[in-house]
């Protein structure tokens, strides 16, 4: 198996003539708290382990987008400060990770959207922190609540931080925890190798939809989460993506791109390259799948 993954690498390094190098920008959802803490974690370990991944692997901006209601004690309020103090910015995710479309009205989902934002604006003074990522990627399916949410944004000075590329860490968040509490070092490893599997998979696809809906590589935003999962997987994803010819760029930049524009008037939710292809009706391939998979939520109970 590691044979077999390393020759994956090896054929995606750039210079080897099959990766064509693109721009990706990297964005982590949820600080300061995302899924159940593992064993001798805590929160603020696994934000400087994320930092620490990040800066090995030369990725400049990691924009982080907070859940305010979250940031509730000492600790958690010291890992978006420590979020900051490695340069990072932070934009608002909601203060509750209220989907906009299971908010009770659309006025609650901008309450709870507004009740996000001291956290954020009071640490980053004098810097754009006006972005928000839609909790659960959802951007509204009812032209109502997507148009109205839209609307608000834009008077408001919002840019919606949309996403093309995640490799589902949050699913492993909760079972991680579970496994390593039990000891139960095989269902861990079972968990590595689907999700890198996974993560060899999404990077494959990524090309596949790109140039089918647009003709070309657009630059990508990269989803992830500050879990403990996301923790102790991040080294070995962020070796994948060097391996396929990643350029670590800001969020700015990689939504310079006229496909996120694009995207901005199309309701639904998840990533803008399959949001885009199905509004234009164009068919794609099916997801690239090289084994088949254990759900993690079975796993350590």
Same mark, same amino acid.
């Given at each position: 198996?590691?044979?077999?993954?390393?020759?994956?690498?090896?054929? %995606?390094?750039?210079?080897?003539?099959?990766?064509?190098?693109?721009?990706? @920008?990297?964005?982590?959802?949820?600080?300061?708290?995302?899924?159940?803490?593992?064993?001798?974690?805590? +929160?603020?370990?696994?934000?400087?382990?994320?930092?620490?991944?990040?800066?090995?692997?030369?990725?400049?901006?990691?924009?982080?987008?907070?859940? @305010?209601?979250?940031?509730?004690?000492?600790?958690?309020?010291?890992?978006?400060?420590?979020?900051?103090?490695?340069?990072?910015?932070?934009?608002?995710?909601?203060?509750?990770?209220?989907?906009?479309?299971?908010?009770?009205?659309?006025?609650?989902?901008?309450?709870?959207?507004?009740?996000?934002?001291? &956290?954020?604006? #009071?640490?980053?003074?004098?810097?754009?922190?006006?972005?928000? +990522?839609?909790?659960?990627? !959802?951007?509204? !399916? +009812?032209?109502?609540?997507?148009?109205?949410?839209?609307?608000?944004?834009?008077?408001?000075?919002?840019?919606?931080?949309?996403?093309?590329?995640?490799?589902?860490?949050? @699913?492993?968040?909760?079972?991680?925890?579970?496994?390593? &509490?039990?000891?139960?070092?095989?269902? /861990?490893?079972?968990?590595?190798? #689907?999700? %890198?599997?996974?993560?060899?998979?999404?990077?494959?696809?990524?090309? !596949?939809?790109?140039?089918?809906?647009?003709?070309?590589? /657009?630059? #990508?935003?990269?989803?992830?989460? /500050?879990?403990?999962? @996301?923790?102790?997987?991040?080294?070995?994803?962020?070796?994948?993506?060097?391996?396929?010819?990643?350029?670590?760029? !800001?969020?700015?930049?990689?939504?310079?791109?006229?496909?996120?524009?694009?995207?901005?008037?199309?309701?639904?939710?998840?990533? /803008?390259?399959?949001?885009?292809?199905?509004?234009?009706?164009?068919?794609?391939?099916?997801?690239?799948?090289?084994?088949?998979?254990?759900?993690?939520?079975?796993?350590?109970?």
């Amino acid at each position: 198996m590691r044979t077999a993954a390393l020759l994956f690498l090896a054929l %995606l390094a750039p210079g080897a003539g099959l990766a064509q190098s693109f721009d990706v @920008s990297v964005t982590v959802d949820d600080l300061p708290v995302h899924g159940a803490l593992p064993p001798g974690m805590t +929160r603020l370990s696994i934000a400087r382990s994320h930092i620490e991944t990040f800066k090995a692997h030369g990725v400049k901006e990691a924009f982080g987008f907070v859940n @305010s209601a979250n940031a509730t004690d000492v600790e958690s309020n010291a890992v978006l400060d420590a979020w900051r103090a490695a340069g990072h910015p932070l934009g608002n995710h909601t203060a509750s990770h209220l989907n906009l479309e299971k908010a009770e009205t659309l006025q609650a989902w901008i309450a709870d959207l507004e009740a996000g934002e001291p &956290a954020v604006a #009071q640490r980053m003074k004098g810097q754009d922190w006006r972005y928000l +990522r839609f909790p659960n990627l !959802t951007a509204g !399916t +009812r032209p109502e609540r997507h148009q109205g949410a839209a609307a608000y944004l834009a008077a408001h000075g919002y840019k919606v931080a949309h996403v093309t590329i995640s490799f589902s860490d949050w @699913s492993y968040s909760d079972a991680y925890a579970r496994c390593l &509490a039990k000891g139960d070092q095989a269902a /861990i490893k079972t968990m590595e190798d #689907q999700y %890198l599997r996974g993560a060899d998979d999404e990077l494959a696809n990524m090309r !596949t939809v790109s140039q089918a809906v647009y003709g070309r590589m /657009i630059p #990508q935003v990269l989803l992830t989460h /500050i879990g403990g999962w @996301s923790a102790h997987m991040l080294p070995k994803v962020m070796d994948r993506l060097d391996a396929a010819g990643a350029r670590y760029v !800001t969020l700015e930049k990689a939504q310079r791109d006229p496909a996120y524009a694009q995207a901005e008037a199309i309701p639904g939710g998840g990533g /803008i390259m399959e949001r885009t292809a199905k509004a234009r009706g164009i068919a794609l391939p099916a997801t690239a799948s090289t084994a088949a998979r254990v759900d993690p939520k079975t796993l350590c109970r």
